[in-house]
Nanobody, 125 residues
């Protein structure tokens, strides 16, 4: 497994931006599918985005709710995962988690093996 630590959360006004980071330990970071999930109070943990190596290149995928506003990226040399969040809305308020899983991991939390502790994002209206 890989250890993950998120950072970059905070309070922002609607329409603003935040950049989340996830630092990963381990020498096999590049092999993992990396994902971002979020969980609002009283709700289930929801898929946000993932980035994975498919054999022919890096591909990123997004939940419909964030498509066009969020961008996921990874820096394998630095063992880092990022989530650039623009045009934030109050409904984006949640604890954001990064997760690592096998190349087969998709949109379900149970497909991921390792999780960070989460970072809080609050978007005020």
């Amino acid at each position: 497994q890989v250890q993950l630590v998120e950072s970059g959360g905070g309070l922002v006004q609607a329409g603003g931006s935040l950049r989340l980071s996830c630092a990963a330990s381990g020498r096999t970071f590049s092999r993992y599918t990396m994902g971002w999930f979020r969980q609002a109070p009283g709700k289930e943990r929801d898929y946000v985005a993932r980035i994975s190596w498919t054999g022919i290149g890096l591909f990123s995928y997004y939940a419909d709710s964030v498509k066009g506003r969020f961008t996921i990226a990874r820096d394998n040399a630095k063992n880092r995962l990022y989530l650039q969040m623009n045009s934030l809305k109050p409904e984006d308020t949640a604890v954001y988690y990064c997760a690592a899983g096998p190349t087969s991991a998709r949109r379900t939390p149970s497909e991921y093996d390792s999780w960070g502790q989460g970072t809080q994002v609050i978007v005020s209206s």
